[in-house]
C-alpha cells in the first residue's frame, strides 16, 4: 500500500512538473512577444509545443498492453512525427516470433488511411481483407508462407493503430489486436 502511495505521489508530481513547466514556457513566450523578441518567444512557444507532444506521448504509452502469455514486451518508445502528430510502438518478442504495436495519434498518415476504409477496393487491392475485429474495422493483410502480415485500425478518426507480426500466426496478430483497450485509447486526449 505504502509503494502504491509513493507511485501515485511521483505521477501526480510529474504531471503537475509537466503542466507548470507548460504553462511557464507559454507564459515566457508572451512575455518574450510583447517585448518585441519574437525569436525567443518561438523559442519558448516550441519547447512548450515539444513537453504538450512528450506528455500526449506518456498518454499514449498507457494504452499498450501486457506481454500475452509466452511473449516478453520492451519498453514504450514515442516520439513527435512529421506534422505535429504524435507515434508510439512496443515491441513484443517469443523465440523468433516478434510483434510491434504503433500508435499514432494527429498524424498525417491517418487520412491517407481513412480512405482506404472509405473505399475497401483499395483497402483490398494487394490481398488484405476488411475484417471487424472488437468492434473496430480492420485492414488485415497476412502472408501464410511467410509468416508475415500488419494489422491497421483507424480508432476514433484520431489515431492509427498498426500491429506487425513476424514469424508469428495471424490468430496471435489477433490476439494483440484484442487486447488493445481502444475505449481507453479512445479517453486519450
Known sequence: MEKLKAVISILMLSTMIYADEISDSIN???TKYNGGDLTEASNSLNYAITLISQKKGDALSGIFPKALDGWEAEEVNSSQIFGGGI???????????SISIS?????????ATMMLF???MFATADGAKMET???QKAIVKYKPEDKNGDVQIVVGNRFLVTVNGNSVSKEEM??????????KLLETK
Not at 88 to 94: E, F, L, P, T, V
Not at 103 to 111: C, E, T
Open 103 to 111: 500508435m499514432a495519434s494527429d498524424s498525417p498518415m491517418l487520412q
Open 133 to 135: 475485429i472488437n468492434g
Open 28 to 30: 515566457e513566450a508572451l
Open 174 to 183: 489477433i490476439e494483440y489486436v484484442k487486447s488493445i483497450d481502444f475505449a
Open 118 to 120: 472509405s473505399n475497401p
Open 87 to 97: 507515434s508510439a510502438d512496443r515491441q513484443y518478442n517469443k523465440g523468433e516470433s
